[in-house]
């Protein structure tokens, strides 16, 4: 019957030792969430004030991410929209993407800053707006 639970015993050890090294392997590295690709700089006007986005942008042209800093647009109002739209212009790489109701001018400057930003970065803009 000792034996049995020595078995047992072992048997938990090394299941735990295996899970373990298994959730070790499945983690992030450190720096990993690094966005690859160059930062371009736009910046248009908004409700309040300046919308100013960081775009980074891939040697194949592909948006990576999109920073915004919208300091003087409502918290409640543009402030929640810009991220959303800038959220929705990386999912479909592309301008054309609708604005937040009730929000819609800080909308538009998210676009239009992200649209001069992939300007610099010597992207065709219009082909982004269908």
Known sequence: ???????????????????????????????????????????????????????????DGTINAIDVDAPDETKEVGGAAAPKVAKSIISKQSLAVDTVSGATITSNAVISATEAALKDAGIDTEALKK
Not at 4 to 14: A, E
Not at 26 to 31: A, E, T, V, Y
Not at 46 to 54: A, R
């Open 1 to 59: 019957m000792r034996s049995n639970k020595y078995i047992k015993f072992l048997m938990l050890i090394s299941l735990s030792c295996f899970l373990g090294l298994f959730l070790m392997g499945c983690s992030k590295d450190k720096g990993t969430d690094a966005v690859e690709g160059k930062t371009y700089t736009g910046t248009a006007q908004g409700y309040e004030g300046e919308v100013t986005v960081k775009v980074t942008v891939a040697d």
